[in-house]
T-cell receptor
Framework: DAGITQSPRHKVTETGTPVTLRCHQT?????MYWYRQDPGHGLRLIHY???????DKGEVSDGYSVSRSKTEDFLLTLESATSSQTSVYFC????????????FGPGTRLTVL | QKEVEQDPGPLSVPEGAIVSLNCTYS??????FMWYRQYSRKGPELLMY????GNKEDGRFTAQVDKSSKYISLFIRDSQPSDSATYLC????????????FGSGTQLTVLP
């Protein structure tokens, strides 16, 4: 599982509430990613990070913000959750310099009512 | 139009069948092609990785790339119930895996 954990694994919340998802890695990798997965859309990149405090937007970044204050943690925040943000969220890391693979966490299932 | 198109299925085959999964793409800069397998309620995991055109074989799995047609395939021989999963193609312009573009995934069920 490449040492990636996500918390919480499941969350139900209400429209308009803030939500923070956490991704934690134990292997000190530089690149970390947040994706969402929805039927018919596959995996879409929300934000990614290439180092502590270094982040950039992905394809579907509107309504999401991220922070990375430590190498091992990458946080995804929904400032004011909407029903369209109901999805499964995956964190991923890119393997080391010689790696051509992204490794994925177990996912967080988020429902916004 | 999406950069990567993949038939979502679902695809259902009997055990032992040959399975063919496909993706088409529009970005001619893509040179690195991957297939990820995702079991239900799990994260995707890399199954096959190929560079440029040609075939790559790994056990019962063969990945095929035709850059001239912008078309990639994954073949599964002697399919097993344990192959039941969603298969996602992914592509990148460089080999670093810093940026991947995924297809929407094809759900496969292999019936015993």
């Amino acid at each position: 599982d490449a040492g990636i954990t996500q918390s919480p694994r499941h969350k139900v919340t209400e429209t308009g509430t803030p939500v923070t998802l956490r991704c934690h890695q134990t292997e000190n990798h530089r690149y970390m990613y947040w994706y969402r997965q929805d039927p018919g859309h596959g995996l879409r990149l929300i934000h990614y990070s290439y180092g502590v405090k270094d982040t950039d937007k992905g394809e579907v970044s509107d309504g999401y913000s991220v922070s990375r204050s430590k190498t091992e943690d990458f946080l995804l925040t929904l400032e004011s959750a909407t029903s369209s943000q109901t999805s499964v969220y995956f964190c991923a890391i890119k393997g080391g310099l010689a790696s051509n693979e992204q490794f994925f966490g177990p996912g967080t299932r988020l429902t916004v009512l | 139009q999406k950069e990567v198109e993949q038939d979502p299925g679902p695809l259902s085959v009997p055990e032992g069948a040959i399975v063919s999964l496909n993706c088409t793409y529009s970005n001619s800069a893509f040179q690195y092609f991957m297939w990820y397998r995702q079991y239900s309620r799990k994260g995707p995991e890399l199954l096959m990785y190929t560079y440029s055109s040609g075939n790559k074989e790994d056990g019962r799995f063969t990945a095929q790339v035709d850059k001239s047609s912008k078309y990639i395939s994954l073949f599964i021989r002697d399919s097993q119930p344990s192959d039941s999963a969603t298969y996602l193609c992914a592509m990148s312009a460089d080999g670093s895996a810093r940026q991947l573009t995924f297809g929407s995934g094809t759900q496969l069920t292999v019936l015993p």
